[in-house]
């Protein structure tokens, strides 16, 4: 059944990435806590294709509580040390299990996302810089630019550019609390003295050819 989630209109004493606007958010499931098992279970419920929210305080998984101490284990016997029933063994076991895909899964996830940022600049589902979904390259050259989220950034990006005769054939840019993130191809070859014009601005934090 779906569930409806009242959104605060503020933020206050937890770790948010801003605030977010009063609204009403249908779900299929709600999880709260984002620890190994919150996290997991938002997966295989996402993968069955249902809509969920996962909410946590602070990072995901991050914590470790009095109850679970950030392991997996099997339980055989309870904390009164009298022998729990087999289907409790049994259920944990199959859990062990889930972990275990789950692990395998996101870890040939994850690398997809590393190679698609190597080969190509893509920062799609980047949890520490802008998100950057970019096709493959077509053009001649690709540059790749990190930098300070202040205003002009494009305009000068583009400037440098022009100064050096270099068509732009795409730019994808997204920002993110104090940065930015832009990725610009061109039909030509990118000259050293454009390269340098861009990694010289004081507003770049790393620069990246493809």
Known sequence: MPVEIQQPATSSGHNLRGAVPAATTTVDVCIIGGGLLGATT??????????????EESELASGASGAAFGGVSIGIYSYSSARVPLSYVELSKASLALYQEAQEEIGFFVSGKL??????????LSVNLPEVAVPPL??????????????????????????????????????????????????????????????????????RTY
């Open 138 to 207: 077509e053009s001649v050259s690709r540059v790749a630019l990190l930098h300070h989220n202040i205003p002009g950034v494009l305009a000068s990006v583009n400037q440098t550019l022009a100064d050096h005769d270099a068509n732009v054939s795409a730019q994808y840019l997204s920002t993110r609390d104090e940065r930015g993130y832009v990725v610009t191809d061109v039909t030509t070859a990118l000259p050293d003295g454009a390269l340098d014009g861009l990694r010289d601005a004081d507003s770049t934090q790393w620069l």
């Open 42 to 55: 938002a997966y295989y419920a996402a993968r069955a294709g249902k809509k969920v929210l996962l909410l």
């Open 115 to 124: 190679s698609n940022f190597i080969r190509g600049g893509s920062t799609a």
